[in-house]
């Protein structure tokens, strides 16, 4: 076995360049948990470290490829786990920097990159010779005496190879690399064309009387924001990735609010070159195509085969069944806002970019809570160190430490240690909060450095979101909305940092489980004592008034018909789209969309999708194609652990100790049904959810 490894890294070597020596990826990193060196990392570096570490891959691959010996578990399985080290330190980086700190000579180098990228990954998966050894091992699989965990990534290997086309003829394949290398081009197009006119969508407003309704604070940062891109003396309003926008539930000018919805709306749809609808007829119809080559029927068959729900059958039986009590809810809550409107005389009919602002009236004549009365008590930093991190302690005895010698990629950014109860160390945590024009929109989680027992790694990860950044000398405050999200991302992050698997493969989850940790963590931002812990007046020290929390509490489901409406209504979209077959025309974006839309019963003229085609970043531009149902399936899954938890005790170090134990840290180690069923004894029930969005008896 050691001569076998010494061979594979002979091979690495052998093709390594001198000039390449000094590249920062060219070793793993001397910091601490092996995290990136953004310090020596420069943006010229990325591209030829990518590049090698395919070559390297390549060569460490064909050694595993002719290797005259019998296959074995770890002449194979684990010796294609261990290759590719160069590859990956450089992509999980480049990975970030491209989303959150991108550049001119980035998103040329990501470019160049993806059609050799895709060209790579075939390589791989379409060699018949690896492709034999793999399957001759999932052949005799019952005689080889693995472990479970063992017995899974096998699994996955031989999925990988036979998904990836290992199966077709020649000429297939040939047709597949094709298809591959074209859909890596068009992807990376569409992100590039998005991130462009969300840029130039932004909204700019000469005179501040229409932006009333804003604070200072908020006034103040529109100001830079302009003045940043040369418009000193007006105020400009960026695009948030989504169709609403968090100012509409402020400005009281009815003009401006239909002004910055239109900006949203149409960002990608403005016939200019920035417009994505011709890029997205053509990866829905590729899409389509590669499925049909490799034996599905739709986009959606191929994509669903390796997720929890299985079928695409099962995913859009479980969105259908929750149509009507969502559609059932809009009309209801739609009849409420347009009854204040008249209420007030104000003569029209009510529209989306009315709902979030009458919506905020009636939440607070119901409840007595305003959002401005929130945030005086949720100042930024205050919430990750006194909020999710104390949730994280109290659960799990987690505790960390703010990092100031680890260098980032961004001044902004935040980097903190997590050590367990123990005291033991746990890994890195980065935080990348506030909104640039460069970085992509949303929020996510991101790894450089997997926990891995094979290669002894600890985690490095990294929390990243789109929150506006104070103007100088302002209080860094937020909405309860985005102290929502902080909690939501780190319970990705927990996912990553307590990741226990021996093998990489079995690290990650499949899209409609690995929303479970992060919606379940958001339950802690309310827990009392836990509140009690972060909810403070940024300037007095005072804590958020008993009354106030009530009340938050109490107007907890208050305007789901709009936030759940709005996530199924993209859902839906979603799965409309990659429910495509191949023999399918090239669609009309506009036209599909609205027959797609109408076909759903929701009131999508009022709660408009989430994400409309043309910005639907998830499943043109990540890994969410007919998988953006997931958020909701998840939703399902931690609604029923969290009432698991609340008829054991709640937040307690146990039950935190048996989640982490039975969920956590098990990645793909297991089926993901089995691991459910061991957390909350029983199979998923949607009726948790339904209670939970207040769509149960309404």
């Not at 007006?234 to 009281?252: C, E």
């Not at 709660?607 to 639907?616: A, E």
């Amino acid at each position: 076995m050691t001569s076998f490894r010494v061979l594979i890294a002979a091979a690495a070597l052998a093709v390594a360049s001198p000039a390449l020596a000094a590249n920062p990826f060219a070793e793993p990193s001397p910091l601490p948990y092996h995290a990136p060196q953004f310090d020596k990392i420069q943006d010229a570096d990325y591209q030829p470290a990518i590049e090698e570490g395919i070559a390297q891959s390549l060569a460490e691959v064909r050694v595993i490829a002719d290797n005259p010996a019998p296959p074995t578990f770890e002449n194979t399985i684990v010796a294609m786990e261990r290759h590719g080290q160069m590859l990956s330190r450089a992509q999980a980086a480049f990975g970030q920097v491209t989303q959150a700190n991108t550049n001119p000579t980035l998103q040329k180098a990501q470019a160049a990159l993806a059609p050799k990228l895709a060209a790579y990954s075939d390589a791989i998966y379409l060699d018949p010779k690896l492709f034999a050894r793999v399957k001759a091992l999932w052949n005799q699989r019952a005689a080889l005496k693995l472990d479970g965990e063992q017995a899974m990534v096998l699994d996955t290997y031989y999925q990988r190879f036979v998904r990836a086309g290992a199966n077709l003829s020649p000429a297939d394949q040939d047709k597949l690399r094709e298809l591959n290398k074209r859909l890596s081009v068009v992807g990376n197009t569409f992100r590039q064309k998005l991130l462009s006119g969300t840029k130039t969508g932004a909204l700019v407003v000469d005179d501040p009387a229409k932006l009333a309704g804003l604070s200072k604070g908020e006034l103040d940062a529109a100001a830079r924001d302009a003045k940043e891109r040369g418009q000193d003396g007006k105020f400009l309003l960026p695009l948030q990735n989504t169709t609403s926008q968090p100012a509409i539930s402020s400005l009281t000018d009815r003009g401006t609010r239909e002004a910055l919805f239109e900006h949203s709306w149409t960002r990608s749809e403005r016939g200019d070159a920035d417009d994505t609808r011709a890029t997205i007829a053509e990866l829905a119809r590729l899409r389509a195509q590669k499925a049909a080559l490799l034996g599905y029927k739709t986009w959606a068959d191929y994509s669903l085969e390796e997720q929890m729900a299985k079928t695409s059958v099962a995913a859009n039986g479980f969105l259908d069944a929750l149509d009507a009590p969502t559609a059932k809810a809009q009309a209801r809550e739609a009849g409420e806002l347009q009854a204040m409107i008249d209420a007030e005389h104000g003569g029209f009919k009510l529209k989306p970019w009315d709902w979030e602002i009458y919506a905020e009236k009636l939440r607070k004549a119901r409840y007595d809570l305003n959002e401005n009365d929130t945030k005086p008590y949720l100042e930024i930093w205050n919430v990750l160190e006194n909020g999710v991190f104390y949730a994280a302690n109290q659960m799990y005895g987690v505790t960390f430490k703010r990092r100031t010698d680890i260098p980032t990629y961004h001044p902004d950014i935040r980097v903190y240690e997590v050590f367990e109860a123990d005291g033991k160390p746990l890994g890195l945590a980065y935080f990348d909060y506030w909104k640039r024009d460069n970085k992509s929109g949303g929020a996510w989680m991101n790894s450089y450095v997997p926990q891995s027992k094979l290669f002894g790694t600890k985690p490095v990860i990294s929390n990243t979101a789109n929150f506006t950044k104070p103007a100088d000398g302002q209080p860094a405050l937020i909405t309860f909305e985005d102290v929502r999200t902080m909690f939501h991302e780190f319970g990705h992050g927990l996912h990553g940092l307590f990741s226990a698997t021996t093998y990489p493969s079995s690290g990650g989850t499949a899209r409609d489980f690995v929303e479970f940790p992060s919606q379940f963590n958001e339950h802690w931002a309310l827990e009392p004592r836990v509140l009690a812990h972060y909810a403070h007046h940024w300037k007095t020290g005072e804590p958020m008034p008993q009354a106030l929390v009530d009340k938050i509490k109490r107007a907890d489901t208050f305007n789901q018909a709009f936030s759940f409406g709005e996530l199924l209504a993209a859902a839906q979209l979603d799965m409309r789209w990659h429910s495509l077959t191949a023999d399918a025309p090239q669609q009309d974006v506009d036209a599909f969309e609205s027959k797609a839309l109408a076909s759903t019963g929701l009131d999508v003229t009022d709660v408009p999708p989430r994400y409309r085609t043309s910005y639907f970043a998830h499943i043109w531009g990540s890994g969410y194609s007919a998988g953006y149902y997931a958020y909701i399936w998840t939703d399902m899954l931690q609604q029923n652990t969290y009432d698991w938890f609340v008829q054991h005790g709640g937040m307690t170090r146990e039950n935190g100790q048996r989640y982490r134990d039975l969920i956590l840290s098990k990645g793909h180690s297991q089926d993901y049904g089995t691991m459910f069923r061991n957390m909350v004894g029983h199979d998923p029930k949607v009726e948790p959810l339904l209670v939970k969005r207040g769509l149960d008896a309404k």
